[in-house]
């Protein structure tokens, strides 16, 4: 190697260098958040460069794998990443993917990287925040290595043997000095990703392992994901434990514009609306043009189909935007070369161009619906109807809402014990089931910060309940009041106000037991459906009250499960007392600040939301009509005793 070649290479791997240190200094920058979310994350960056190659048709098999250390496998059997020198670089091409942020596929122009992470940023930042990565690459008959440790490359790419496979795997151990929070994988999470991507990409066949655990058989757990009709099936698949009041899924694909756009939609007998949108396969939680253009293309086409059937006839209510997607599920999802991600959490597609995109494909796909299935444009139509009159009977409630929400200063619910604080940083309010628990927090609380809300029994279930039936509930009026939320523009009738937010917490504190997560589930149903801003800007948490009381003479400790109860139990020897608390109601005032509302020594569990459809789904599930489903999801999930949506 020539003196000058040497020292380019030299310059080169420097600012490459830099690169990935700054990965490791600001990782946040990179993935979000150095917590669950972000640990998360680095899965779908590995996977989501699997995904480009098989959109680009060279893959259709994508496996992901726990290991047993919690260190995961991605694999393959694309073309493989190439392994020839990068002419540039002066190494090996998969050494520059590896180690240069943001070099993923810039050297192949003309392949149209449509997924990439929420930001995109390359399997490089995965290696730069794993203690460990190693890369397999399967081709041109060869199996070729390299690894690397915090991203530093560890020896050059060699060749380890021959193989008649061709593909790329990827095995990294997130590094523990970058997640101090938690290094352990949930497979529930990476399941609804990867159902999400196969969905999403249909004839795709993607297998997450888990083999950290055996099922009861002893088996490892191994689940397929594989989708022939993309998001039809996904929208059967959210829609499962609703009714459908039509015949068929309504959906199309195609390109308008050059822009890919799939969209599929039914209607159900529910009165939710649950619209999902993609761009490159982001979760567009936040909407955007996308969005915009799916609501203007069904309100206009619905519109003019009811105008022109006479069943408007004698409808005395105008018919607002809102009534189009009263007990509607649909998915949009289209694919965006250079996406333009706005928003609190850059998750809102801002590009224009996009919006008269969508708007015509589904004015075509739902003016050919509409004219081959005569009885479910009837059907449709006349819930529309419906909606707009439970809109009127709705704005009344809501207006009644909104004036007891101007008035709050002095009109604060008489059931709340506020705080003395009034900087709504500083502020908690606990949300608690039944008065008697309310009165014992109500003493036990430090009353400087922390305000006391008791709910009555059985809060209303708003999955099944009209949107004025909600608004005139009394709990859910004195919810919103106290928490200083207003609501409800005409346009949209769920949009929150939240700048006059008295608390910065909100935390849902109900019995250890299944009548205590019933209505907690029932609170956070109602968040997730009226208040989901609240959910995702992380003002929501879950109180975990200890299980047990384990006594000896004069000294007590608490439990949050049998495994710590027997270990308190050996640990003070002899006879103890244990006791199981059946609900927040055995403890007294001292006690529960002890154990479940003192910042120093509670524990409080964020309520995030990984995965929008699935917190969709299995929220129409718990709080629906059918059974099975639900005893199935209870028995799956009881051995958890909580609520990860
Ligand atoms: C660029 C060019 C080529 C393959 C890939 C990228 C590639 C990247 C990844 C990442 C995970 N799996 C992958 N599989 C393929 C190949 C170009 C060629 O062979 O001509």
New binding site residues.
């Given amino acids: 190697m020539s003196e000058d070649k040497k020292h380019n290479y030299s310059a080169d791997s420097i600012q490459a260098l830099e690169g990935m240190e700054h990965v490791r200094m600001r990782p946040s920058m990179y993935i979000g958040d150095v917590g669950t979310r972000g640990l998360h994350h680095l899965v779908y960056e590995v996977v989501d460069?699997?995904i480009d190659?098989a959109l680009a048709g060279h893959c259709d098999v994508i496996s992901v794998d726990i290991n047993e250390d919690n260190s995961i496998t991605v694999r393959?059997n694309?073309?493989?990443?190439?392994v020839g020198l990068h002419k540039k670089e002066g190494v090996s091409a998969l050494e520059v993917v590896m180690t240069k942020i943001g070099a993923g596929?810039k050297?192949?122009k003309d392949?149209y990287k449509v997924s990439g992470g929420l930001h995109g940023v390359g399997v490089s930042c995965v290696n730069a925040l794993s203690e460990h990565l190693k890369a397999t690459v399967f081709r041109d008959g060869k199996i070729w290595e390299q690894e690397y440790e915090k991203g530093k490359t560890l020896y050059p790419v060699k060749s380890v043997g021959g193989t008649d496979k061709k593909g790329?795997e990827v095995t990294f151990t997130p590094d523990k000095t970058i997640f101090e929070q938690t290094t352990e994988y949930n497979y529930e999470t990476l399941a609804a990703r990867m159902r999400e991507l196969a969905y999403l990409n249909k004839g795709i066949t993607v297998t997450l392992t888990d083999k950290r655990n055996k099922d009861d058989e002893g088996n490892i757990i191994v689940e397929t994901f594989h989708s022939n009709e993309g998001l039809s099936e996904f929208v059967r698949y959210l829609d499962s434990t609703r009714t459908p009041v039509i015949q068929h899924v309504i959906a199309m694909e195609g390109e308008k514009n050059g822009i890919p756009v799939e969209v599929a939609m039914i209607y159900n007998d529910s009165y939710s609306e649950n619209l999902h949108s993609y761009v490159n396969n982001i979760n567009t939680h936040e909407g955007g043009t996308h969005l915009s253009g799916f609501r203007r293309g069904l309100t206009g086409t619905l519109k003019k189909y009811a105008d022109n059937s006479g069943l408007l006839k004698n409808v005395k209510y105008e018919i607002a935007g809102d009534d189009f997607r009263e007990g509607l599920t649909a998915i949009i999802s289209v694919k965006v070369a250079e996406p333009q991600f706005e928003g609190q959490t850059k998750t809102k597609l801002g590009n224009r161009e996009v919006t008269s995109a969508v708007s015509q494909a589904v004015s075509e796909m739902l003016t050919d619906y509409l004219e081959e299935n005569p009885n479910d444009a009837k059907t449709i139509v006349q819930k529309v109807i419906l909606a707009a009159q439970a809109r009127h009977a709705a704005r009344k409630a809501r207006e009644m809402v909104q004036r007891k929400t101007v008035m709050s200063i002095g009109g604060l619910p008489g059931k709340l014990s506020d705080c003395s604080e009034t900087d709504p940083a500083m502020c908690e309010i606990f949300l608690v089931e039944g008065d008697s628990a309310g009165g014992t927090a109500k003493q036990g609380r430090d009353r400087n910060f922390q305000a006391i809300l008791p709910l009555r029994g059985k809060i209303l279930n708003v999955e099944k309940a009209m949107q004025h039936k909600v608004f005139e509930n009394e709990e859910i009026k004195n919810m919103f009041t106290a928490l200083g939320i207003s609501i409800g523009t005409e346009e949209d009738p769920r949009a929150l106000n939240l700048s006059k937010l008295r608390y910065h917490k909100v935390v849902i504190m109900c019995d250890a037991d299944v009548d205590g997560s019933h209505i907690a589930t029932l609170i956070l149903t109602f968040f997730f459906r009226y208040m989901r801003d609240m959910v995702e800007q992380g003002y929501i948490y879950i109180a975990t009250p200890p299980l047990y009381l384990v006594k000896k003479g004069q000294k007590r400790e608490y439990a949050w499960d049998d495994n710590q109860r027997d270990l308190i139990a050996h640990k003070l020897g002899g006879s103890v007392t244990i006791q199981r608390y059946k609900g927040l109601g055995e403890m007294n005032a001292e006690q529960l600040w002890d154990t479940t509302m003192n910042p120093e020594f509670r524990t409080l569990r964020k309520v995030v939301i990984d995965s929008a459809t699935e917190a969709d789904r299995v929220f129409s599930m718990l709080m629906g009509d059918e059974v099975p489903p639900r005893r199935d999801f209870i028995e799956r999930n009881a051995k958890y005793a909580n609520i990860d949506a």
């Fill in positions: 460069n699997s190659e393959d694309g073309r493989g990443i190439p596929g050297f192949d392949s790329t």
